[in-house]
């Protein structure tokens, strides 16, 4: 089956589950004989998606479009005034992509051209193609600029461009109207966090709705011409692409819910993202959700129909480990482990409320929080104020060795999360044999047995288990033993199966007929 997948993280840009969940799950889907394509926002190191078809602004999309347009960009360094050879060219292109065969199946060759100015700098935005996310449009290099220092561009229009951005404004309206190609080079210009390499959740700064909007743009161009049999978008920031492009190649959208606003802010939402997401979910074919607890908020919050959810877990990767040196940490000291974004959600609070208690019963322990998130500053302060900062180190964003690391320097993990939809770090933390506590407000507790669980609130009750895994080794090497081989069964092709069983429900609801073996691939 060829799967286009939609994602905003994928390593080396990850900043929470999301990026992993992508990883392991497309890895998986690769292992058992499927095609697939994964569509980012922004420029990546391909160095970690040799098992996938990798897409992103650094680079024209494969074939068939970039043989059309590598011939034609070619020409254009001798542009002149524009007006005849366009028009040469514009022949010349619609000849050789007829007797190649290279027309798009939907909108056919190219129709028409026109000369644009776009901010100097934003061809190199997008690499030497320059494609642009625009429905039916893209912009390519001319070498000249305008007086005023802007880039001389040669705007291509597909056959039925004006049509489909039409619709798309019609039933969406997340299509800008007028010059999109001017408002789109001006933006991704202006705009070079959205698109450029950075630290740890620079890809979520800014107006994210924008951004999510001109990411439906882009993957629409991007995918142009390609073999898709179904759409995989991973949460709300891509439900505008994964709509736009199951409209565009009349194929079946699975939408994938890893958290949803009100994990993310309790009660007090987001209006706009929560429309974005309802609308994902109400125009997906099936809906697959990580927990039964995120079930149950998608079927409450959202009005879901029960029958188009699926719950799919999360998986871990059981490759061997390689043991790290543990400078810095004393034999003597116990290390409880907080690991994940410093927010609302993920309870931080609850976690330095409880190692205040543990410290008053065991005072060699230590506690360290890794992640990095809008609560840092505050928590650092919570812990001083608690006068317990010289026994809480926080680490910052840790990413590769550095994980593995400080869970090898574990004696305990602890996720004290507010709202969790599923949880990947307690299977990373049992995977490298520490004892795990979680929340009883977790997705993942619903498949995991031998762990501790402890509802967030109930710091008291944190600070109980976490004493009582310290202090009694015989409870500690059991939670080991039997966690490492739990951990075991929870694969990601365990998850990547059951996706398989999403994607059949979703050809055969929107085909009205069958046709795709789970297993099979195909």
Request: net charge negative.
């Amino acid at each position: 089956m060829n799967i286009a997948m939609l994602g905003w993280e994928f390593p080396p840009f990850i900043s929470g589950g999301l990026g992993t969940a992508c990883y392991g799950l497309t890895k998986a889907l690769d292992a058992r004989g499927h095609e697939v394509l994964f569509v980012l926002p922004r420029p990546v190191d391909r160095s970690k998606a040799s098992h996938i078809r990798l897409l992103s602004p650094d680079a024209p999309p494969p074939a068939p479009d970039a043989q059309v347009q590598v011939g034609l960009a070619e020409r254009l360094g001798n542009l002149g005034d524009g007006a005849a050879l366009a028009a040469e060219i514009l022949a010349e292109e619609r000849a050789a992509a007829l007797q190649s065969g290279l027309a798009h199946p939907v909108t056919g060759p190219f129709k028409r051209m026109r000369l644009v100015g776009v901010p100097a700098g934003f061809s190199s935005v997008y690499g030497d193609g320059g494609v642009v996310g625009t429905a039916g449009r893209r912009l390519l290099p001319t070498g000249s600029k305008n007086p005023d220092g802007t880039a001389i561009m040669l705007e291509v229009i597909d056959d039925d461009a004006d049509e489909l951005l039409s619709e798309a404004e019609a039933l969406e309206g997340w299509w800008q109207q007028g010059d999109a190609m001017g408002d789109l080079g001006k933006e991704a210009a202006n705009t070079p966090h959205i698109f450029g390499q950075g630290g740890p959740g620079i890809h979520y700064r800014g107006n994210l709705i924008a951004e999510s909007e001109r990411y439906a743009r882009l993957v629409v161009a991007l995918t142009r011409g390609q073999k898709i049999d179904v759409i995989h978008a991973h949460d709300w920031l891509t439900f505008p692409a994964g709509i736009a492009l199951a409209r565009a190649v009349n194929k079946p959208l699975v939408v994938h819910i890893h958290s949803t606003e009100f994990d993310r802010s309790g009660d007090n939402v987001n209006q706009r993202v929560y429309d974005l997401e309802r609308r994902g979910m109400m125009a997906a074919v099936r809906v697959i959700c990580v927990s039964e607890l995120t079930r149950n908020i998608c079927i409450t919050r959202y009005g879901v129909p029960a029958s188009k959810i699926d719950v799919v877990y999360n998986g871990i990767e059981n490759e061997a480990l390689q043991p790290h040196p543990e400078d810095g940490i004393k034999k003597t000291d116990k290390v409880v482990l907080f690991l994940g974004r410093i927010t609302m959600q993920k309870g931080p609070e609850y976690f330095i409320a409880a190692a205040k208690l543990v410290l008053e019963k065991v005072p060699e322990a230590k506690f360290i929080i890794a992640g990095s998130g809008d609560m840092e500053a505050r928590m650092i302060e919570l812990a001083a104020e608690m006068h317990i900062g010289h026994r809480v180190l926080f680490t910052g964003f840790l990413r590769g060795k550095d994980v593995d690391r400080v869970y090898k320097m574990a004696d305990c993990y602890v996720m004290p999360s507010v709202s969790e939809p599923f949880g990947i770090a307690p299977l990373e933390a049992m995977r490298h044999d520490v004892p795990t506590i979680i929340s009883k407000q977790s997705g993942v507790s619903e498949v995991l047995t031998h762990v501790l669980k402890v509802d967030f609130w109930d710091v008291p009750e944190m600070a109980n288990k976490i004493v009582a895994v310290l202090r009694y080794p015989p409870l500690s090497q059991t939670l080991r033993e039997h966690g490492s081989v739990e951990v075991k069964r929870l694969t990601w092709d365990t998850s990547a199966e059951a996706c398989e069983e999403s994607y059949a429900s979703a050809v055969k609801d929107h085909s009205g007929v069958g046709g795709f073996v789970p297993g099979s691939g195909r």
